[in-house]
RNA sequence: GUGAGAUUAGCUCAGCUGGUUAGAGCACUGGUUUGUGGUGCCGGGGGUCGCGGGUUCGAAUCCCGUAUCUCACCCCA
C-alpha cells in the first residue's frame, strides 16, 4: 500500500499564476507593454539572480529591503549573489556595463518581471511578485518625470484602475542633506518623547519618522522643518514646473510631504499612485527621480526617472474587456466520424483555434460542449455530412447555420 | 520579526454546547422518447474535516504544537 507522505506545495508566498489569473496578468503586460512603446521605451531583460553588492550599493545598506529581506545566499563559485528585490539596479548595471553611460544620449527602457523579498506575505505582499518598470536614462528634464506620471496614468487609465497620485520632492545633493541635518537635530531635542521605531528611524531612515502612525509623535513633529520649504533654488522650480505640467495635463494630484522613497537612490521627483480599494498594500505604482544612481554604480554621472508598478496589487482591480468568443469547437455524431473531424480539425489549427470533442454524441450535446468552450463556432460531422462531404457549422453567436462541402471549410 | 483571526468537496460555505454512513449551492460527469446550445428534468463521482500529537468509550467539534492564508504593525510594488 502506498502511503502519501507529505504532499509538496509551492513556497510561502509564491504563487503560480494561471488560467484568468493569467489572462489579467498577460493583458496587463501587453497594454502596459503598448503604453511604454509610445513613450520610446525598449524592453530590456536582466538576470533575477545579481552579484549581492549591486543591491547594496544602489538600494542602500539601510533599507528594510537589503537589510533583510534579500534571498542572499552564496553560490556554487563562492559568489555572493541574491535574487533580485526590485528592478531598477539591474537595469542601470546592465547600462553601464553596455557603455551606454559613454556613449551618451538618451535611453529608455521597460522590462518585467519576478522580484523576490523575503518579507511575511499578506494580500497584496508576496515573498515572490511581478513588477513592471520603466528607466529613462539620460533626460535631465524634469518634464521626463512628468512623463513617467503620465504614463502611468495612462496604463491605469487604460485598465480602468482608479488611483490616488502622491507627490513629493526629496531634494538633491545640495539641498538635502542640510535638511536631514536639520530634521535629525529636531528629532533629537524631543527624543525622550517618541517611540522606539522613531528613535531607530532617526539613525536608518529619519524622514520617515515625519509619518510614523503614533499620535504621541505626530504632536512632537507637528513643528518639524517641511522638506518641501528646504528645497534648493533648482529643485524647487522643477517641482513647480512638474505640478504646473500635471496640472497642464488634466492630472490630479496630493502633496505629501511624508513621502519617502524607501530606496537610497532616490532624489528630487518622488511619486507613488495609491490605490484605496486593496486593503493596507495600497501602493500600487511608485518612482521618482535617482540622478546620482549611476555614478554611485561607476558609471558616468547620468540623469534617469523610472518607476515600477506592483503587478499582483493591479490584478484584481484591472477591469478586463469583454472576450470576444472565437474558434471552432468540432465534433462528431458517429464514431466513424471521428477521424475525418480529426483530419479537419488539423487543417483548420493552420489558421484558427479548434477544439475538439473525441467522443461522438448528438447534436444537442455538442452544442452544449461547444457553449461550455467558449467558442464562436460549432462545427459538426454526423454519417449525412460523412455521405455528401459537407460540414455542419453554427455561428454561436447570431444562432446562423449553413452545411458546406468541407472542400470550402 | 511582533500581535490577532481563519483553515470542512475543484470553488463558496453550513455543521448548535463532542455522539452512529460529514451536508448545501455552484462546478464536473452520465442520461434525458435519438440532429439545435448557453437558462429544463433525473442520476453519479468526489472529503486524509490543513498537518501532527493529546484528552475522551467516542473529536470536524475540546487542548497543545506546526504549516499556510488573512488582518494589523513594520516595510514596500
Redo the contacts with the bound molecule.
Sequence with gaps: MIR?K??I???????DILSEDYERFTYFINTATKIAGRYGFHFIETPLLEETSLFKRSVGES???VG??MYQFIDKGDNDVCLRP?G?AGVVRAFIQKKLDRAGGIHRFFYHGA?F?Y?????????Q???F?VESFGVESVYEDAAMIMMVSDILETLGIGYRLQLNSLGCKECMPPYRNKLVKFVKECEEGICE?CI??VD??PI?VL????GSCQELYVGAPKLLHHLCESCESDFNTLKKILNDNKIEYEINTNL????DYYSKTAF???SDD??????????GRYDRLVEFLDGRPTPAVG????????MELIKMPQAA?KGYYMGA?DDECVDTVVQIAHKKRKTDTVIIDY?S????????????AGVKY?A???????KDKTI?I??????T?N?IPIMEF
Design positions: 502519501r507529505l504532499m506545495s509551492s513556497l510561502r508566498g509564491m504563487n533599507s528594510d529591503i533583510k529581506e526590485e531598477t522580484m523579498r518579507e511575511r506575505p499578506q494580500k497584496g505582499r508576496l515573498r511578485f511581478h513588477q518598470g521605531d531607530r528611524r536608518t531612515n520617515r509619518d510614523c502612525k503614533n519617502v522613497r524607501g530606496l507613488e499612485f495609491v486593496i486593503g493596507s498594500q495600497s501602493a500600487i505604482a511608485g518612482g518607476f515600477a508598478m506592483g503587478i499582483e496589487r493591479l468568443k455524431m467522443k454524441k448528438n447534436l444537442k450535446n455538442h452544442l452544449k460542449a461547444a457553449d461550455k460549432c459538426v460531422i454526423g454519417s449525412n455530412e460523412m455542419w453554427k455561428n454561436l453567436e447570431d444562432k447555420e452545411t
